[in-house]
């Protein structure tokens, strides 16, 4: 099994620019949610999905939009990006939402 | 709000001493996790401690919960190199909110 699979690991942006972040997983997970770490700030939720279709806001989702279509994808979308994006985003799934998550390797954006 | 908040944040400990994580929230939970990140890393899955009483243990780490103080610790016994890494806990309320929310992170250092 793959796991929890994030693209692209590394990306640079104009202030401005609109891009997808990619997340997939194969583990059948029913929860998928994406987070992004600051340095000395821990990991701050900016959107959660419990189900293809049901999405929600986490501490953090001013400026970012998520969509699940289908159970394995969670991508999320940067509509115009801003300096205070750049950060290291995780995706992450687990069983019912209750259990341990599993995390992806990461992606590292920054925005000039 | 959920509050999470870790003591210490920086620890820096030699080879064969013990010592203590301390995991403080702030609202009701019966669900804590604890995760481990290597430098420039993903997240790995230490422990997850679903009541109040719950310990478990894995190698030279133990985590506990108690709920009523509302407080978990990691517990690192004899430390070697291999454990330096940044530890997190996060804290789940529980109920129809999915929301995970994660303590800033103890950056352990072992020295030899």
């Known amino acids: 099994n793959a796991g929890v699979t994030q693209t692209p690991k590394f990306q640079v942006l104009k202030t401005g620019q609109s891009m997808t972040l990619q997340c997939a997983q194969d583990m059948n997970h029913e929860y998928m949610s994406w987070y992004r770490q600051d340095p000395g700030m821990g990991l701050r939720l900016i959107h959660y999905s419990v189900g293809a279709g049901i999405t929600d806001q986490g501490e953090v989702p001013n400026g970012y939009n998520v969509s699940r279509s289908t159970t394995e994808d969670f991508p999320l979308r940067l509509l115009s990006a801003a300096p205070s994006q750049t950060s290291v985003y995780f995706c992450?799934?687990?069983?019912?939402?209750?259990?341990?998550?599993?995390f992806g390797s990461g992606t590292q954006l920054s925005v000039l | 709000e959920l509050k999470v908040e870790q003591n210490p944040l920086f620890l820096s400990m030699q080879e064969g001493k013990n010592y203590t994580i301390y995991c403080n929230y702030s609202?009701?939970?019966?669900?804590l996790y604890w995760y481990r990140q290597d430098p420039g890393k993903s997240l790995e899955s230490l422990f997850v401690l679903l009541s109040n009483g719950a310990v478990k243990q894995e190698g030279r780490l133990m985590a506990s919960l108690d709920t009523k103080a509302r407080l978990s610790t990691l517990h690192i016994t004899a430390a070697v190199h291999d454990l330096s890494a940044t530890y997190f806990c996060a804290v789940d309320i529980g109920g129809s909110n999915y929301k995970l929310t994660f303590g800033k992170g103890t950056l352990l250092t072992v020295n030899p």
């Open positions: 609202t009701t939970s019966d669900r």
């Open positions: 992450a799934s687990s069983y019912v939402g209750r259990e341990k998550l599993f």
